[in-house]
C-alpha cells in the first residue's frame, strides 16, 4: 500500500527557511519519480519541485527555482523539499505526490496535478512577520 506523508511545515518569517519531508511507504523510492505541490487558498494546486531518485533528475516551477531544493534518501524512503528565502506568496498547504507513471514519461508533465496517483495529506506553511 502507498502511503505518502509530509512533516516540516509551521509559521516562518519572511527570509527564514523550511526543510519539508515527505516519508514514503509501499514502494521503492529509486522506481517512483515524487513531486511537491502546493495549494494557497482560492487558488489552484501548482506544481512546485519534482524528482526522480534513479536518476537524480530534478525539476522546478520557476516561482521556486534558486529557492528551493529537492533530494532524496533512499535508505531513509524520504523525499525532502529545502525551502530558503521564503516570502508570503509561498504560504500553501504543501503536498507530496507519487505516480504509477514511469519517471521517464511522467518528466515532461511533472507538473501537472492528474499525473499523480497517491497524495500525503500536506502540511501547512505559513510565511508571516
Known amino acids: 500500500q502507498v502511503q505518502l506523508v509530509e512533516s516540516g511545515g509551521g509559521l516562518v518569517q519572511p527570509g527564514g527557511s523550511l526543510r519539508l519531508s515527505c516519508a514514503t511507504s509501499g514502494f521503492t523510492l529509486g522506481s517512483l519519480a515524487i513531486a511537491w505541490f502546493r495549494q494557497a487558498p482560492g487558488k489552484e494546486r501548482e506544481g512546485v519541485s519534482w524528482?526522480?531518485?534513479?536518476?537524480?533528475?530534478?525539476l522546478y516551477a520557476d516561482s521556486v527555482k534558486g529557492r528551493f531544493t529537492i533530494s532524496g534518501d533512499s535508505a531513509k524512503n524520504t523525499v525532502y523539499l529545502q525551502m530558503n528565502n521564503l516570502n508570503p506568496e509561498d504560504t500553501a498547504v504543501y503536498y507530496c505526490?507519487?505516480?504509477?507513471?514511469?519517471?521517464?514519461?511522467?518528466?515532461?508533465?511533472?507538473?501537472?496535478?492528474?499525473?499523480?496517483?497517491?497524495w500525503g495529506q500536506g502540511t501547512q506553511v505559513t510565511v508571516s512577520s
Open positions: 505526490a507519487t505516480s504509477r507513471t514511469p519517471p521517464l514519461l511522467l518528466k515532461e508533465r511533472w507538473a501537472q496535478r492528474g499525473q499523480y496517483d497517491y
Open positions: 524528482i526522480s531518485t534513479s536518476s537524480g533528475n530534478t
